[in-house]
Every structure is written in structure tokens, then in C-alpha cells.
């Protein structure tokens, strides 16, 4: 058996097409030194935070993307991602320009950059003798770019399929039925935040419709619970989204879709290009 684990930039055994430029975010991670521990400690003081706190100033270069900061002692860490297909500066343009433009930063520690792939998981993680694991098969959290976690689960998918006398086509179907439909599912909604403006977030922040339980699943990289207090209070958040609640019911509609078409998604490979294409029109992107 063959794993390519190359990343997305890798080898590509299995030969899936290219990734759309609007698929990929260009993330960029840096430490620097502080160089003015006053300075860092009102910056903190100005959004009520406290030195260990992560300040995520979410939508400053479109809607999918962030920059996080965080003073840790003589340290501060800065984590930005940001999608440039769609006209927006880089994730390392984004964390460069945060970090020249306030002295109390000081001179980089170490850091680097490179995009991560989005989108919904590869249609096809196993051909014959090679499986794709990680960001090779788009395993990866969209909502938030996370994917160590997805492709540690992956390998673990994989090597208990083996150890249990099973081929690389039940790491497929395994990986795929338990947690493809989540992926995919979220990514409906990294899309969708990908199309709001600075405004339409700030809105869709207050409605109360991404309240602290819907993200603190999306987090978690599970599916929030629909308690009935959530239920109950969710006409009137929707009537405060204005505009956003239709793309988001929208969304919302397409989401339970589609773990409904991954739960189902088929052993055989011969009937894998209408599964392909029930979940493309869903989604709305290819696999
Ligand atoms: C700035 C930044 C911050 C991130 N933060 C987070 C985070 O907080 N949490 C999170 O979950 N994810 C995060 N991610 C995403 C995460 O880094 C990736 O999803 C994850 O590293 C993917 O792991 P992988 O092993 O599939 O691929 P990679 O980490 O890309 O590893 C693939 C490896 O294969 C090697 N390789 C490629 N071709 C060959 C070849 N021909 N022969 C041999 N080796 C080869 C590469 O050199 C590389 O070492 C971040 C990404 C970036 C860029």
C-alpha cells in the first residue's frame, strides 16, 4: 500500500483535479518579540483583553479571514488566513503590515506561510494499492483551515481498517461515512461567510444566530445541538440577520443534505460519479 500524506502541494497519486483558487487560504503564522511590553499592554487594554488571551479580529481582509493575536510574556504570536482569489491581500501581506504598523511589535522570532486546502473532502480517498491522508485528500476543517487533527483521525481510520484485515477501500468508505458529511457540511458555511461583507458579519455575529454553542461546536469541529432554547430563540435571530438569513437557511438546508449523502456515500466505485454529482449539486464544488 501506498500513502501519500504530501500535502497539498504534493504528490498527488490519485491524480484529483487541481484546487480552485477560491479553495485555498493563505495562512501565515509568526512570533515576534515584543518590543515594548507597555505598548502590547494597552493594545490589550483597548478590547478588554488580558496577556494569554487570542484576540481574533475576524473579516478584516473578507469574509473568511481572521488574524489572531497573542502576548505570551516577551512574545507576541500572530496567526492571519485570508482567501486572495477573491481580491484580497495575502494572509503574510495581512500579519506583515499588523506587525509594522504598531511598534510595541518587535523583530520576527520565527514564522511562515503556505495555502491550506479548503473545499469538501476528495470524492475518492482509495485507488487500487494508494490511499490519499490529510491535506492530500482535503481533510481539513474548512470552517477554520484545521486539518493536523482531520488527518490524524484519517491515519487512524486507515490503520485500524488494516489492522482489522480490511482493504484501503474501508478506510474510504469508513472515513467518509463518519465524518465527510460534517466536513462538506461546513463547508457550505465557509463558503457562505466567504460572500459576507464586513457589515453582514458584524450582523450575523449580533443576531445571536452564531451564539456562544454554534461556535464553540464549530470549534470543536462537530455539528451544534438544536436545544429547544436555541430553537425557540431562532425566528427572532433570523429577523435580526436580515438579509443573511436566507443565504443561511439556504446554507442550513444544504448542510443537513448533505451529511445525509455522505452517511450513504458508496462502497462500489461504479456508483461513485452519481454520488459526485448528487453532493456537487448540493455543495456546490467539486471533490
Ligand atoms: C500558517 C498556518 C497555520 C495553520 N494552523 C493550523 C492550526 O492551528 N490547526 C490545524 O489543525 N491546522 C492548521 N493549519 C493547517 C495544517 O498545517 C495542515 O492542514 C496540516 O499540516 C496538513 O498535514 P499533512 O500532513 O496532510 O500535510 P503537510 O503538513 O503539508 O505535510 C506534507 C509533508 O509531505 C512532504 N512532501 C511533499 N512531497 C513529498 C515527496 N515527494 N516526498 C516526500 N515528502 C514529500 C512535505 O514536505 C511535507 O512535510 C495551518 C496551516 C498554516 C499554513
Same mark, same amino acid.
Given at each position: 500500500m501506498i500513502a501519500d500524506a504530501s500535502g497539498v502541494a504534493g504528490l498527488n497519486l490519485l491524480g484529483a483535479p487541481p484546487i480552485p483558487s477560491r479553495d485555498l487560504c493563505a495562512a501565515a503564522q509568526a512570533v +515576534?518579540?515584543?518590543?515594548?511590553? =507597555?505598548?502590547?499592554?494597552?493594545? &490589550?487594554s483597548e478590547y478588554g483583553a488580558r496577556e494569554g488571551d487570542t484576540l481574533c479580529f475576524a473579516g478584516l481582509a473578507g469574509g473568511y479571514s481572521i488574524l489572531n493575536v497573542s502576548v505570551h510574556g516577551d512574545e507576541v504570536s500572530?496567526?492571519? *488566513?485570508?482567501?486572495?482569489?477573491?481580491?484580497?491581500?495575502? /494572509?503574510?501581506?495581512?500579519? $506583515? /503590515?499588523? @506587525?509594522? $504598523?504598531?511598534?510595541?511589535? *518587535?523583530?520576527?522570532?520565527?514564522?511562515? +506561510?503556505? #495555502?491550506?486546502?479548503?473545499?469538501?473532502?476528495?470524492?475518492t480517498l482509495a485507488r487500487g494499492r494508494v490511499v490519499a491522508l490529510?491535506?492530500?485528500?482535503?481533510?481539513?476543517?474548512?470552517? +477554520?483551515?484545521?486539518?493536523?487533527?482531520?488527518?490524524? !483521525? #484519517?491515519?487512524?481510520?486507515? @490503520?485500524? %481498517?488494516?489492522?482489522?484485515?480490511?482493504? !484501503? $477501500?474501508?478506510? #474510504?468508505?469508513?472515513?467518509?461515512?463518519?465524518? *465527510? *458529511?460534517?466536513?462538506?457540511?461546513?463547508?457550505?458555511?465557509?463558503?457562505?461567510s466567504q460572500s459576507l461583507s464586513p457589515m453582514q458579519l458584524t450582523r450575523l455575529m449580533r443576531s445571536g444566530l452564531m451564539d456562544a454553542e454554534a461556535t464553540a461546536a464549530g470549534m470543536r469541529q462537530r455539528l451544534p445541538t438544536a436545544s429547544v432554547g436555541r430553537l425557540v430563540g431562532m425566528?427572532? %435571530?433570523?429577523?435580526?440577520a436580515?438579509?443573511? =438569513?436566507?443565504?443561511?437557511? #439556504?446554507?442550513?438546508?444544504?448542510?443537513?443534505? &448533505?451529511? @445525509?449523502l455522505y452517511a450513504r456515500y458508496p462502497r462500489a466505485a461504479s456508483s461513485r460519479a452519481r454520488w459526485s454529482a448528487a453532493v456537487t449539486a448540493l455543495h456546490g464544488g467539486a471533490g
Open positions: +515576534h518579540a515584543v518590543a515594548d511590553p =507597555s505598548g502590547a499592554r494597552a493594545f &490589550l500572530l496567526l492571519t *488566513g485570508t482567501i486572495p482569489a477573491d481580491g484580497h491581500q495575502s /494572509g503574510r501581506a495581512l500579519l $506583515e /503590515g499588523f @506587525a509594522a $504598523e504598531r511598534g510595541w511589535i *518587535g523583530a520576527r522570532i520565527f514564522g511562515g +506561510h503556505r #495555502a491550506i486546502p479548503l473545499g469538501r473532502p476528495r470524492d490529510g491535506d492530500a485528500a482535503r481533510q481539513v476543517f474548512s470552517a +477554520h483551515g484545521s486539518g493536523i487533527g482531520p488527518g490524524m !483521525v #484519517a491515519a487512524r481510520t486507515l @490503520a485500524d %481498517a488494516l489492522a482489522d484485515g480490511g482493504r !484501503v $477501500e474501508d478506510y #474510504a468508505v469508513g472515513w467518509m461515512r463518519r465524518h *465527510g *458529511g460534517l466536513f462538506a457540511a461546513y463547508d457550505v458555511f465557509r463558503r457562505f425566528p427572532a %435571530a433570523l429577523r435580526r436580515g438579509g443573511v =438569513s436566507g443565504p443561511l437557511a #439556504a446554507a442550513g438546508a444544504r448542510m443537513a443534505g &448533505l451529511l @445525509a
